[in-house]
């Protein structure tokens, strides 16, 4: 399994992992179907500086994928990222999620950024139980802030401090 820059070719693989994501769990909050011009588009913007979009890769399967770009447009908000990591089905709990995010942190922190924030689905504990492994601390829970599947979701908050 190997870590690196995303790249175009990468995106079919990509819009698998997140077209499931969508379909089948509250992590991501919509029931709209991505599209490869939407993947495209997170591909494009986070080639930026102080910006990044990885995936892990096992051989010519993409089996995960994360990335960190702006936490708020408002400029100073600038030393802050948020995150995101998604691994595929079926490869979930065999560490990928703990490379591509460790990934992160190490890029994050060489773009000196400040604080990275996770945002959860308040009772997603494989994605709590990893930002927790790697220094995230809980920031607070908003309450009933989203829906889908026809219930309320608590949106959590995690930071880790970078530099
Ligand atoms: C959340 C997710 C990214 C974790 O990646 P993963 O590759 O499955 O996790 P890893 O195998 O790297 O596990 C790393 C650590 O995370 C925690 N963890 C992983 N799965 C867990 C689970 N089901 N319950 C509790 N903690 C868990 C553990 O601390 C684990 O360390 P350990 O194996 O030493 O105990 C992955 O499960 C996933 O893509 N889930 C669906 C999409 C999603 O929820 N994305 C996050 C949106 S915020």
């Known amino acids: 399994m190997e870590i690196r ?3 175009e070719s990468d995106l079919p693989g990509v819009l698998e992992i997140h ?3 969508v379909a089948n769990s509250t992590a991501i909050w919509t029931d709209e179907p991505p599209t490869l011009e939407g993947r495209r588009e997170w591909l494009t913007n986070h080639s930026e500086a102080g910006r990044a979009a990885l995936v892990a890769v096992d051989g010519d399967l ?29 490869h979930q709990g065999s560490g990928i999620g703990r490379s591509l995010l460790e990934t992160l942190i190490i890029e994050a922190t060489a773009d000196d950024l400040h604080v990275m924030v996770a945002l959860i689905e308040a009772e ?14 809980d920031a607070g829970v908003l309450r ?3 829906t889908k599947f026809g219930r309320w979701l608590d949106l959590r908050y995690m930071t880790r401090a970078l530099s």
């Open 62 to 90: 993409v089996v995960g994928y994360g990335s960190y770009g702006p936490f708020h447009a408002k400029e100073g908000y600038r030393h802050t990222c948020e995150n995101s990591v998604y691994v595929r089905p079926g």
């Open 124 to 137: 997603n504990e494989a994605s709590v139980g990893l930002h927790r492994s790697l220094g995230f601390v």
């Open 19 to 21: 077209a499931d994501a």
């Open 144 to 146: 009933e802030v989203g």
């Open 5 to 7: 820059p995303a790249t």
